[in-house]
Structures are given as structure tokens and as C-alpha cells.
């Protein structure tokens, strides 16, 4: 069974005075397996964010639905749905979004606070995370002290320290230089070799040529999808970079 | 467009976009150049009765006029900087978009322009609106007779003009500067750059806690009215060292010391409480102090002079055993010396004929004089020092009559003991120059005998004796050779008849009464209660006026920086909160925290206030025995009926200030 699944979105927004609809999502329909990391790519305006907000349970879709271990998303109910998307769901951000009054360590132990784990079984939880992310001598520190990259490393320890079904991450590498997005996407490399279900929304064909399959999006919906398989990064980034030649382009793509 | 316009245009379009922030300061502006007018224009009130008790509302008001000039020039300043700070990155996007600093400073030009005129202008039309309505409070307080018509006082306006344009000029120049030395793209930064977490001042801390516990310490310990009177400034200086201090560092401190609990910190409602608090205080720290100063003010100042208004009658009451009163002061060792029972016949005598019944009521002999205790004995001064207190000596016969009590019988060298605020003793030696020393054993305290309540306006402590018919000679003796000729004047007897006091008239009683045949006496002095009166209420009435007065100004400042707080720290949380949400906070948990918060950091002035004036309150009951208040009781109803009223008020601006607050985290 799918871990995701996701059938026929479509998403409509009406401007504030009634008068334009913008169609965001056409027909949007992809599952995704448990253990497996995704790409989704589109120019913006494609409705990524859209698809990321409804995935995370943000937003509403108009119609169509979205399962996430088999249960629809539509079916939760709304007193309990922050405490669905802590357990199920990790969320990592372009803008890090790290508080300044928290420490490092305080920020990643947030969804853990949240839920009312005791501060021992957090801390057990927290060492070896912060040694696979290599973070573990900044934790005392305040986001404002520390890099980009390691504000984001954090940020993906506090999507990664509840053992969520899946990790959501919205541009994960926008906001970093070429050496931490790097470091950032074999990290996810790494994680996702452990298990971990990874959906990334992204602009940057080098981060999507990490992932395993890599969905495009155009205009609301699914146009495209292309499967890593055997191929090597660097092969996957060429084919990558040819079909956004070929979508820019506005013909058909022929696989 | 034509550029000349552009300016002037743009700054009209800054101050109303800004308005959330502009709004209240240019309420602020006229709310203090009304008050500023009022007492201006009150203390030049036009054709006032030339006696003295119509002086004094020129005094009141003069006080008035340099408190609110001071609070204008310092209260305006922090609220201009603080404006500037949250538009320095609008200032720094017009100078990276291309206007040149001079620009700015033509658009910040014309925006004190049309504050100055707006704030000018609608505050002395304010004020004269109030004028009228203040006159007749502060008449109706001062219990004059004479209600003033409407006037427009020229110099008043002219005089807010300059205070005002002058504040407002002085700001404009600060912040010209502020630009000046500050580049655009720092400007730009300024506001995004990253909070850092506060960081622990030991030594501020430290300084807080002395200065704090100094301040308490001589409020506590102030025994005497005279000290209570010199050293009042210096306990209040420490008690806002101490206030500024607590809310800038020891408060800090206290957070850490919560967050480095980890059972504690780590519990969902805490977590995000403590962090959020740490955070507050320090942006917040200086308002929070700010607030509870001034409400530590409007509290003090209102309930001490509401205490002092409403026990006016209580201390007319102690000074009038009957609504006329004579007071005689005599040398006993003349040839022919003073008859008390003459004079008493002569008054009641010399009024019937004129067709006023005048019944005498009381009469008492008091001798009085000024001791400096020292190695252990109590030796008598002619004048009065710091140090000093008085004795009131009176024979068993007049205190019963003072009291209504039994006259008690006491043996020479015994004496019944009471003293305002000195702390009861056994033993009083008296040490008289060359003369022996007197010692004096107190009778054991007996419920029969109530404190004498007795008139003796004394910044200083009074010991009031009560001793034989012997002792009292003895003292009279005694002291007269130690002061010599000072000391035959200072037996004092005072005379209390009831009468129609419609009918007299004291200054003309004093010069057309026939006194022969009462001796020799060295001053006379007659009153009525009322007259007595009317000098009182336009003392207390105008210190109440003042303070009701001033509490309302002082209210207005902790009003607007309590919404500016609001306000800000709304902005702040904002994004704080998207984010918390986003990771899985719920939006009632977001709530409750933001709640809990608000609470604590809005109340916290307050309580720390009340503790403030409950350390106060001995202070003040001491310093409200120099207005002859000597009602513990009814100062403490006063204090704490203030602090309800102000609880109430405070609590409604919560509320209101509060909803500004969730409106910006909600959107």
C-alpha cells in the first residue's frame, strides 16, 4: 500500500472580491511509496505550494483527496489536527523558520514539548540525531549564531526527531550556498537511505537529481514524471535539465 | 507633480499610514498641551480676592504647570524615539529608493509641522473646552465661594506654544541626527536584524535589589515626620533605581534561573511561557518599568492627597473642641498673671451682649517645648533641628478635660506616656542646663486613658506627658532656666466656646473685644472652625486637585505605552506564532500561552506598584502628620480604595489594548 496517496486535487481560489478564479491545482494525482524520496519541480505559479500546503494539511482542496497510511487527511478532525501533523508529519523550510528565543536544542525539542514527552526521553531521543547531523556541538547555541547550513540541519532534526511518516520540505536548499545545499541534500541522501519517506518541493534540478523520482508540474498538473533508477546524480541532472528544456519550451516530452 | 509639494504631501501620507503609532502620540501631545493650558491659565486667573487662601491656587497651579512641563519635555521624547525606532526601516527604504537625507529631513520637517499644529492648536482648544469644568472642580475643592467665567488666557496659549513647539522642535533635531549618522542600509537591517537573548547583568541586578531594599528599608524604618519629610526624595530615587533595575535584569535572572530548571521548563505551558517572557523583558523592560513608575505615582499621589481631603474634617475636629477657639500663650511668672476664667466669662460675656450666645465648651493648659535626645536623656533646645522632638506636657485635670476621660491621679514623678509614632518607653529624663535632671516613670498603660487627640502641628515627634500638678512645675521650672527669657512664653492655654458663626468675624472679634481683666498674656489668637476651615480646604482641596489632576496625566502616559507595547510586541509574535503552529502548536494552545503571558507581563507593573505603595504607606501616613492627618486608618481605606479604582481601570485598558494585540497575531 501506498504511504501517500494522493487522487485528483484540484484546488480553486477565488481573489478576495469574488470576481477572478485562479485554478492553482487542475487534476493532480501521485502516490508515494513508504521509504521513498520525491521531487516535485515547476516553475512558480506551477502550484507547488499549493500541493505542499494541502499535502500538510495547510489547506483545503476543492475536491479530490489526500491519504496519507490509508486515512484521508479531510477526515481529521480539526481540534486534532496539530497534533496530527506533529506525529506524522516533519516539516523542513526554505526560511529554516527556527524561533530566536529558543536555543538550537530548544527548537528541535519544540514538537516534542508540544506533545508533553518527558525532558529525559527527549534528550535520549535528541543524541544520536544531533551526532548524524553533525550538530551536536551547537546545540547550546541561538539560530542567530550559526550558519545557514546549520540552522537548516537543525531544522530538518526538528522534522526528523518525532519519526514522522513522511518529511515535507519546501525548497529545503533555497536559501543556502552551493557548498551547505550540498551537504544538506546527502544528508538527505543519508536519512532516506534509513527509511525515511522524503517529499521535496524544489526549483533547483541539483536538488531534485538527489531524489528517486522526480514529479514536474505544470499549470496544475502532473506532467511529467522521471525515475532515477541505476543512473548516477549526474546523469539524472542531465535528464532533469532537458525536460525543463522541453517544458520551458512548451512541447510534448517523450520518454 | 510640482516637487515643492511633494514633501509636505508624503509626510501628511507617512503620519496617516503610520496612524496605529501616530494616532495616540498626537492624542498624547494634546492631552498634555490641554493640561499644560489649564494649569497655565488657572494659575493666572484673573481679579482673585487678595487674601492668602487665594494664593495658594495660584501655588497649585504654578506646582502643576513646571510638573507637567518636565513630564511633557521627558514622557514626549521617549515616545518620539520610540516611533523612530520602528520606522527606521521605511526611513532607510526612501534613502536606498533615492531621496537624499535632506529629503527626509524635509518630510520629517513637514511631519513635526503638522504634530506641532494639530497637537498646538487642538490642545489649547481642548483645554479651554476643560478650563471652565477644572475651575469649577478645583473651586469646589479649595471650597471657594467665587466660580470664575469663562476667560481665554493669551499668555497661557503663548506659553503651551512655546513648551510644545520648543519639545516637539528639540525631537525633530534629535532625529535628524539619528539619520544623519546612520547609513541606509543599516537602516534597512536595523529592524530584521536577529533579537539576541538577554543577557544577565550581575551587577544591575545586584544594584536593583540594594537600591530596592534601601528604598523599603527607610520607608520602614522612618520613625518621625521630619525625616520621613527629608528623606522621601532619596527612597523614592532608590525605589526607581530599583524598579528600573528589577525589570531589566533581576527579572531576567529569575527567567534563567526557571529555564535552567529542565522539569520545569520542559512542560509544554512553561516552555513556550518562559522563553516568551525572556524575550519580552527585554525589549520590554524599560515600558514595563515605565509603566509601574507611573502608576506607582497616580497611586501615591491620589490616595495621599484623597486621604488628606477626606480627613480634614476628622483634624478640624481635634483642633476645634468648640467652633471658637481662643489661644493664648503667656508667661505664668508674671506680676499679674493670665486668667483662663476670666477670659473665658469675658468672651462669653462681651458676645452675648452683642446677641451671639457663646457657651464655653473645653479649656486646656499645655506647656511645650523642643528636646534633642542625647547620651540618654532629653535636653531642651530653643530651636527646632532635624533631630529634635517635642514635648507636650498637660496636668491630669486638663487632660481629662481634652479627653472626656477619668482624671487620672498620678504621683509626682509618674507620668502617662503617649507618643505619635516615637515608640513607648518606661523612662524620660529631662537634663535642663545647670538645673537637675527630671526623671520621669510611666504609669503602667491603662485602657482608661485614650491618647489625647490634641492639635500640636509638628514635623517633628511628639511626646505627649500627662504628670502631676508638682512634675508639671517642675518641667515649667526647669526649662524656663534653661531657655531664659524663650522659655516663660511657652505655656500655652487655648479656650473653646460654641457659637453662631455667621455671627463672628475672628480678625474683628481680635481687635474690638475689651480683654482687661484677664492679665497679662503675650500673643492672643482667636478663630473660628470655619474660617479655620476655608484656610484648610484651599490646602487640601488644592493638593487633591493637584494630584487628582496630575494621576490623570500620569494615567495617560502609562496608557499609551501599555498600547504601544501591545501594539509592538503584537508585530513581534506574529511570526513567532505561524511558526509554532506550523510545527504542530494548536491554535488554543497559542492562545492559552499568549494569554498567560500577556497576564504576567501586563500585570507584573502593577503588582510590583502595589508593592511599592504598600511600602509607602507608612512613609506617607508619616508625612501626612505635617498636614496635622493623623488617621491611619482612613489613609489606608484611601490607598486601598486607589488601587482598586486603578485595578479596575488598568484591567479595562488590558482589555482593550489586548484585542489590538490578538487582531495582529490572528492575521
Known amino acids: 500500500m501506498s504511504l501517500l496517496e ?22 493532480v494525482s501521485f502516490s508515494v511509496e ?70 538550537l536544542q530548544d527548537n528541535i525539542f519544540l514538537p516534542l514539548v508540544l506533545a508533553g514527552q518527558e525532558f529525559g526521553e527527549m534528550e535520549r531521543v535528541l543524541g544520536p540525531l544531533a551526532e548524524r547531523l553533525g550538530i551536536g556541538d551547537i546545540l547550546s547555541k541561538y539560530p542567530y549564531e550559526v550558519s545557514g547550513g546549520q540552522k537548516q540541519r537543525c531544522a530538518v532534526a526538528r522534522a526528523l526527531i518525532t519519526n514522522p511518516q513522511i518529511v515535507l520540505a519546501d525548497e529545503p536548499t533555497g536559501a543556502l550556498d ?36 522526480v514529479l514536474f508540474l505544470r499549470d496544475g498538473e502532473v506532467y511529467h514524471q522521471l525515475y532515477r533508477g541505476e543512473s548516477t546524480q549526474e546523469e ?20 | 507633480m510640482n516637487k515643492g509639494r ?32 489649564i494649569t497655565l491659565a488657572l494659575a493666572a486667573t484673573p481679579d482673585l480676592p487678595q487674601t492668602s487662601r487665594y494664593s495658594y491656587l495660584t501655588m497649585f497651579m504654578s506646582i502643576g504647570t513646571f510638573v507637567i512641563a518636565v513630564f511633557a519635555v521627558i514622557f514626549l521624547t521617549y515616545t518620539n524615539s520610540f516611533l523612530m525606532k520602528r520606522r527606521k526601516r521605511e526611513l532607510g527604504l526612501y534613502n536606498v529608493l533615492g531621496m537624499g537625507k535632506r529629503h527626509i529631513a524635509i518630510v520629517l520637517g513637514c511631519e513635526t509641522l503638522y504634530t506641532a499644529f494639530a497637537g498646538i492648536i487642538g490642545g ?44 516637539l522642535l528639540f525631537n525633530l533635531l534629535l532625529n535628524l541626527h539619528r539619520i544623519h549618522v546612520q547609513n541606509p542600509m543599516e537602516l534597512l537591517r536595523e529592524s530584521s536584524a536577529g533579537e539576541r537573548e538577554p543577557k544577565t547583568r550581575w551587577p544591575l541586578a545586584v544594584i536593583g535589589v540594594a537600591a530596592l531594599g534601601a528604598g ?32 531589566t535584569s533581576v527579572s531576567i535572572a529569575v527567567l534563567k ?16 511561557g518562559v522563553s516568551g517572557m525572556l524575550y519580552r523583558m527585554k525589549r520590554n523592560a524599560v515600558g514595563l518599568a515605565n509603566i509601574c513608575i507611573l502608576s506607582t505615582m497616580v497611586l501615591v499621589m491620589v490616595s495621599g492627597t484623597l486621604s488628606l481631603y477626606l480627613g480634614s474634617e476628622a483634624a478640624l475636629d481635634e483642633q476645634f473642641a468648640g467652633n471658637l477657639r481662643a489661644e493664648v500663650r503667656y508667661d505664668p511668672a508674671e506680676e499679674t498673671p493670665f486668667d483662663s476664667a476670666a477670659l473665658s466669662a469675658i468672651v462669653s460675656k462681651q458676645l452675648e451682649q452683642r446677641g451671639v450666645s457663646a457657651a464655653p465648651v473645653a479649656a486646656y493648659r499645655y506647656l511645650s517645648f523642643n528636646v534633642n535626645e542625647e547620651q540618654g536623656a532629653l535636653e531642651v533646645k530653643k530651636y527646632l533641628s532635624g533631630s529634635s522632638s517635642m514635648v507636650c506636657a498637660m496636668t491630669p485635670s486638663d487632660y481629662a478635660a481634652i479627653t472626656g476621660a477619668e482624671t487620672p491621679s498620678l504621683a509626682d514623678g509618674q507620668m502617662l506616656l503617649f507618643t505619635d509614632g516615637a515608640g513607648q518607653r518606661r523612662n524620660l529624663t529631662f537634663r535642663f542646663a545647670e538645673a537637675t535632671d527630671v526623671t520621669l516613670t510611666a504609669a503602667e498603660p491603662d485602657s482608661r486613658y485614650p491618647a489625647p487627640r490634641m492639635f500640636q502641628p509638628s514635623a517633628v515627634d511628639v511626646f505627649y506627658l500627662v504628670v502631676s500638678n508638682g512634675t508639671f512645675q517642675e518641667l515649667y521650672v526647669g526649662q524656663q532656666t534653661a531657655l531664659g527669657e524663650a522659655g516663660g512664653e511657652l505655656m500655652q492655654w487655648n479656650g473653646f466656646w460654641n457659637v453662631d458663626e455667621s455671627a463672628v468675624q475672628p480678625d474683628e472679634l481680635e481687635q474690638t473685644l475689651d480683654f482687661t481683666g484677664t492679665g497679662s498674656w503675650a500673643r492672643l489668637d482667636l478663630d473660628t472652625r470655619s474660617s479655620f476651615a476655608q484656610e484648610y480646604y484651599s490646602l487640601n482641596g488644592g493638593f487633591f486637585f493637584l494630584g487628582v489632576f496630575l494621576g490623570a496625566i500620569f494615567l495617560m502616559a502609562a496608557v499609551l505605552i501599555i498600547y504601544y507595547k501591545q501594539i509592538s510586541e503584537g508585530y513581534e509574535d506574529r511570526e513567532r506564532y505561524l511558526v509554532m503552529q506550523k510545527v504542530g502548536m494548536e491554535p488554543r494552545t497559542v492562545r492559552r500561552s499568549v494569554n498567560t503571558q500577556l497576564l504576567v507581563v501586563f500585570f507584573a507593573p502593577l503588582a510590583v506598584a502595589a508593592i511599592h505603595v504598600a511600602f509607602d504607606f507608612s512613609l506617607m501616613t508619616r508625612l501626612l502628620t505635617l498636614f496635622s492627618l493623623h488617621n491611619g486608618t482612613l489613609t489606608l481605606l484611601c490607598t486601598a480604595g486607589t488601587l482598586a479604582v486603578f485595578g479596575v481601570i488598568y484591567a479595562l485598558v488590558y482589555r482593550v489594548t489586548a484585542r489590538a494585540y490578538y487582531k495582529l497575531v490572528k492575521a
Do not use: W
Open chain 2, 124 to 167: 489649547a482648544a481642548l483645554g479651554m473646552l476643560l478650563q471652565k469644568l477644572a475651575m469649577l472642580l478645583l473651586c469646589r475643592m479649595m471650597r471657594m465661594d467665587i466660580v470664575y467665567g469663562f476667560y481665554v488666557s493669551d499668555s497661557a496659549i503663548v506659553g503651551t506654544a512655546i513648551l510644545f513647539g520648543v519639545i
Open chain 1, 34 to 103: 513508504p521509504g521513498e524520496y520525491v521531487a516535485i519541480m515547476g516553475e512558480s505559479g506551477s502550484g507547488k505550494t499549493t500541493l505542499l500546503n494541502i499535502l500538510a494539511a495547510l489547506d483545503k482542496p476543492t475536491s479530490g483527496q489526500v491519504l496519507l497510511g490509508g486515512k484521508p487527511l479531510s477526515e481529521i478532525r480539526e481540534r486534532d489536527m496539530a497534533a496530527f501533523r506533529r506525529t506524522n508529519l516533519g516539516f523542513v523550510f526554505q526560511d529554516f523558520n527556527l524561533l530566536d528565543t529558543f536555543s
Open chain 2, 6 to 37: 511633494f514633501y509636505p504631501r508624503m509626510a501628511l501620507v507617512n503620519l496617516a499610514r503610520n496612524g496605529q503609532f501616530y494616532i495616540p502620540y498626537l492624542l498624547t501631545v494634546m492631552g498634555t498641551a490641554a493640561a499644560y493650558y
Open chain 2, 216 to 247: 523599603y528599608a527607610i520607608a520602614v524604618t522612618t520613625r518621625s515626620a521630619m525625616m520621613a519629610l527629608g528623606m522621601y526624595f532619596i527612597a523614592v530615587l532608590l525605589v526607581i533605581i530599583g524598579t528600573y533595575c528589577l525589570f
Open chain 1, 236 to 255: 539524472q541532472f542531465g535528464r532533469i535539465s532537458d525536460t525543463l528544456t522541453v517544458l520551458a519550451r512548451g512541447g510534448e516530452a517523450n520518454e
Open chain 1, 178 to 213: 552551493s557548498r551547505a545545499s550540498d551537504r544538506l541534500l546527502d544528508l538527505f541522501g543519508e536519512i532516506n537511505a534509513d527509511g525515511q519517506t522524503i517529499l521535496m518541493v524544489t526549483h533547483s534540478v541539483k536538488a531534485a537529481s538527489h531524489a528517486q523520482r
Open chain 2, 257 to 272: 534561573a526557571l529555564r535552567a530548571n529542565k522539569k520545569f521548563y520542559y512542560q509544554t505551558d512553561h516552555f513556550i
Open chain 1, 6 to 27: 494522493v487522487s485528483h486535487l484540484q484546488k480553486i481560489y477565488t481573489t478576495r472580491f469574488g470576481g477572478n478564479q485562479v485554478e492553482a491545482l487542475k487534476n
